[in-house]
């Protein structure tokens, strides 16, 4: 089973960024899929999440309007597209498959947004 998160970097207050996290090794279109990150000194907190088959989305309230979640099951993909991009948003962001009774992580890709 691997989750392997990409597309972080370090990015200027109020621009974008695409996270991918690529599946593989379990049935992807069977798990929901979410993202979380974790600040310097911080708990891990969820940032958005999607059913299996992508009809439901949620989302924490500090990132509704400026992230969404999304995911190709024929690619085993899931995106996290993060707009007007504060510095508060800065962490390490993890890719997280979940189940019943299964749930997977990645290794996280980092985010930093500063000037």
């Known amino acids: 089973v691997q989750l392997v998160e990409s597309g972080g970097g370090l990015v200027q207050p109020g621009g974008s960024l695409r996270l991918s996290c690529a599946a593989s090794?379990?049935?992807?279109?069977?798990?929901?899929m979410s993202w979380y990150r974790q600040a310097p000194g911080k708990e891990r907190e969820l940032v958005a999440a999607i059913t299996n088959a992508g009809g439901s989305t949620n989302y924490a309230d500090s990132v509704k309007g400026r992230f969404t979640i999304s995911r190709d099951n024929a690619k085993n993909t899931v995106y996290l597209q993060m707009n007007s991009l504060k510095p508060e948003d800065t962490g390490v962001y993890y890719c997280y498959a979940y189940r019943l009774g299964y749930n997977y992580w990645g290794q996280g890709t980092q985010v930093t947004v500063s000037s």
């Open positions: 090794g379990f049935s992807f279109s069977s798990y929901r």
